[in-house]
């Protein structure tokens, strides 16, 4: 019997189906019988003891997962662990998806989840490349920013600061964290409104106002930056 | 119902704009106005640098590494 998690969440109520691993893996990768294959046919041969079904889920989200978790705690090695208990949760709970659910949907619910689970454990709202929003002098504002360059880092914390050191990943980072995950599930992930909020157990309302409110910071970081 | 074409377009209209979705017939404000323009224009610059983001890999590894650790039920098929 498969283990029942505490923080196990119903997959939310939707009826599409996913195609957001297509494109990720590469056709030699994949076990002939699964290519094509629905997520919700990877799922019902995972349910039935296959562990190609297992991998082909795993491949198919590993990317958009991690990313997502990646730019919420902004730390590589904490994403991949979140990440990892993003999959276990989700695949240890095979048994109970619902087939007319979208599994998109849930598996970024799940991510979400932990990933608020992560940021409460370290008691921090934010998590900024380039200071606390909320830094009231140019040295408080420089004492809590994460460092991008400069001496001292190792070659992990070289290749973070170069992937998320673009001024979009920048300003990004300077989101809160609702505003944050909200806009990477529309822009970058082209998830629906609808499925946000879903994922996020947020009224629809809230999820609209986020992104727009989210839009109107990410420009003025962009243009003050331009300017 | 009919948008009257001096009628400025709303944030939902902007996005839907920039994604190529916003019915022709409100797209036509576009050419009257500037500042709907300047807006929808900005939003769609917006929108492009967002899509071009990337989508990060975890360390190689990472798909056995998950496997090792799930419950895999027994064959049924």
Redesign the interface.
């Known amino acids: 019997m498969?283990?029942t998690y505490d923080r196990f969440v119903a997959p939310p109520r939707d009826t599409a189906t996913s195609n957001a691993g297509d494109g990720?893996i590469g056709a030699k990768d994949r076990p002939s019988n699964l290519t094509g294959a629905s997520d919700q046919d990877v799922v019902a041969s995972?349910?039935?003891?296959?562990?190609t079904a297992?991998?082909e889920l795993?491949?198919r989200y590993?990317?958009?997962v991690?990313?997502l978790l990646?730019r919420m705690v902004r730390d590589r090695a904490l994403?991949?662990d979140l990440?990892?208990e993003t999959?276990?949760k989700v695949?240890?709970g095979l048994?109970s998806y619902r087939p007319e659910f979208k599994f998109s949907s849930w598996i970024f619910k799940v991510a979400n989840n932990v990933a608020i689970d992560q940021l409460r454990k370290r008691g921090v709202d934010t998590v900024s490349m380039d200071g606390a929003p909320d830094a009231t002098t140019p040295d408080a504002r420089a004492a809590s920013a994460l460092q991008l360059s400069g001496h001292g880092e190792d070659p992990l914390q070289e290749v973070e600061a170069r992937?998320l050191g673009t001024a979009?990943?920048r300003a990004i980072g300077r989101l809160r964290p609702e505003y944050r995950r909200c806009?990477v599930l529309r822009?970058?992930e082209g998830h629906s409104y609808d499925e946000i909020a879903q994922m996020l157990d947020l009224p629809l309302g809230t999820v609209?106002t986020y992104i727009?409110r989210a839009?109107n910071e990410?420009?003025g970081y962009?243009e003050d930056r331009r300017a | 119902m009919c948008e009257p074409l001096d009628q400025h377009l709303n944030p939902d209209e902007i996005e839907l704009w920039a994604l190529g979705l916003l019915p022709a017939a409100r797209a036509l404000h576009l050419a009257e106005c500037a500042a709907c323009l300047t807006a929808a224009e900005r939003e769609r610059k917006l929108f492009r640098e967002l899509a071009q983001l990337e989508r990060f890999a975890p360390s190689a590894g990472f798909v056995d590494r998950v496997i090792a650790r799930v419950q895999i039920p027994a064959r049924t098929v």
């Open positions: 498969l283990r990720v995972a349910v039935r003891g296959h562990e297992f991998r795993v491949r590993e990317r958009p991690f990313s990646y994403a991949e990440a990892q999959f276990i695949l240890n048994a992937e979009i990943e806009i822009h970058v609209k727009h839009r990410l420009r962009l």
